[in-house]
């Protein structure tokens, strides 16, 4: 008999201090950073406490949770730390954070804004990965790489400015930013991955500079907006597909490079069905398999006399 009674005691006590907690972490905000998002109370408002860093999946799947301020003391931002947090609007990252982890904010799709501190060098791959309602990005010259998939289905991006920091743009980085209709890429970009900026297409302004040595496959793919491309001296591969349904695309200018060693890979330009005139340079040494089909408007085209068509 003193035994249940000792029971019910210590049930008594632990049910009360579970609820106690409870109620201290809703009002108060939570005394540490939980890892893999255990036994987390849904807030829509939360204050993260001075931390090194947010760890993996820490508030992912967190519904409820809009503003957000992150302290300075956090210098990681680890791997789906907000993932799926579809009710979060406004991100501040101050500028202790060097480093953005894989999905951080992947399908954050109420996420407007963003403002990325000067002191991240890196975006890792799917970080803003379908935040379909980001708007605004402003990306810090501190950024030397912008992963895969980084910003892929932010259907809502109107503009983008790269910073003459980044080297490279990665596979798929910018695909599916529908509303995205003027990028402006500079000269420190060498390479510009696959599918990079395909199914953009609201894109009607595009400058590529003349750092950049490769445009891999399928990088403006479907780009139906997208009327003139100048394609620099520098570049010596064009890669499969490149340009392939960029239906609105009336001019093409391949510049001379000066390697004489450059590619026109299959499909390059596949059914960009209002493409009229294209300058073809003797440096182009192969012109793939239907690198042109589909170009049905086509009045004109020279084959210079060091090109292998096939």
């Known amino acids: 008999m003193e035994r249940r009674r000792q029971r019910r005691r210590l049930l ?43 760890g993996s999946k820490a508030f992912q799947h967190r519904s409820v949770l809009r503003p957000l301020s992150i302290p300075n003391s956090v210098t990681e931002i680890q791997d789906f730390a907000f993932y799926r947090c579809s009710s979060l609007e406004n991100v501040t990252i101050p500028n202790s954070v060097t480093k953005i982890g894989l999905s951080a904010f992947s399908e954050c799709s109420s996420l407007k804004s963003l403002t990325i501190p000067n002191s991240v060098t890196e975006i890792q791959d799917f970080a803003f990965y379908l935040c379909r309602s980001l708007k605004n990005v402003t990306i810090p010259n501190s950024v030397t790489k912008i992963g895969f998939s980084a910003f892929s289905g932010c259907s809502s991006l109107k503009s983008l400015t790269i910073p003459n920091s980044v080297t490279a743009i990665e596979g798929s980085a910018f695909a599916g930013c529908s509303s995205l209709e003027k990028v402006t890429i500079p000269n420190s970009v060498t390479k510009i991955g696959s599918f990079a900026f395909s199914g953009c297409s609201s894109l009607k302004s595009l400058t590529i500079p003349n750092s950049v040595t490769e445009i891999q496959d399928l990088a403006f793919y479907s780009c139906s907006s997208l009327e003139n491309v100048t394609i620099p001296n520098s570049v010596t591969k064009i890669g499969w597909s490149v340009f392939s349904e960029c239906s609105s695309l009336k001019s093409l200018t391949i510049l001379n490079s000066v390697t004489e060693n450059t590619e026109i890979q299959a499909f390059a330009f596949d059914r960009c069905s209002s493409l009229e005139n294209v300058t073809i340079p003797n440096s182009v040494t192969k012109i793939g398999s239907s690198a042109f089909s589909g170009c049905s408007p086509l009045k004109s085209l020279t084959i210079p006399n060091s090109s292998d068509g096939n």
């Open 12 to 54: 008594y006590i632990c049910t009360m201090l579970v609820a106690w907690k409870m109620w201290n972490a809703h009002h108060s905000g939570w005394t540490h950073i939980l890892q893999n998002g255990e036994s987390m109370i849904k807030v829509q408002a939360f204050a993260i406490p001075n931390s090194d860093r947010i």
